[in-house]
Nanobody
């Protein structure tokens, strides 16, 4: 059984940085994509950064491109997200997720194609 567990969230000042981690347990080797998503209160969940098999580069949401870097441990598939120059609007619950074996139609969309989700880690950006 696949389980994903996020860590690394917390409170950070505007302009600061944060590194989120997603520990993977179970066999996730056949998942086509893994990525980071977030959801702020009253807003829909949105994809931030996704790594997919067969894609030469990760997918990034425009609002975080240049500020976010996704990476993955090739051995255990743990996932990481480094966020720099954090803004107030980055405050949200951050989730890691993984798809099944099929390629998602839109990797940054949090659709049913993402079969596995962590519980989330809260990031709060303040002045």
């Amino acid at each position: 059984q696949v389980q994903l567990m996020e860590s690394g969230g917390g409170s950070v000042q505007v302009g600061g940085s944060l590194r989120l981690s997603c520990a993977v347990s179970g066999d996730i080797s056949r998942s086509y994509c893994m990525g980071w998503f977030r959801q702020a209160p009253g807003k829909r969940r949105e994809g931030l950064a996704v790594i997919c098999s067969g894609a030469t580069t990760p997918y990034y949401r425009a609002s975080v491109k240049g500020r976010a870097t996704i990476s993955q441990d090739s051995a255990n598939k743990d996932l990481y997200l480094l966020m720099n120059n954090l803004k107030f609007e980055d405050t949200a619950m951050y989730y890691c997720a993984a798809t099944g074996t099929q390629a998602p139609i839109a990797p940054l969309e949090p659709t049913y194609e993402y079969e596995y989700w962590g519980q989330g880690t809260q990031v709060t950006v303040s002045s």
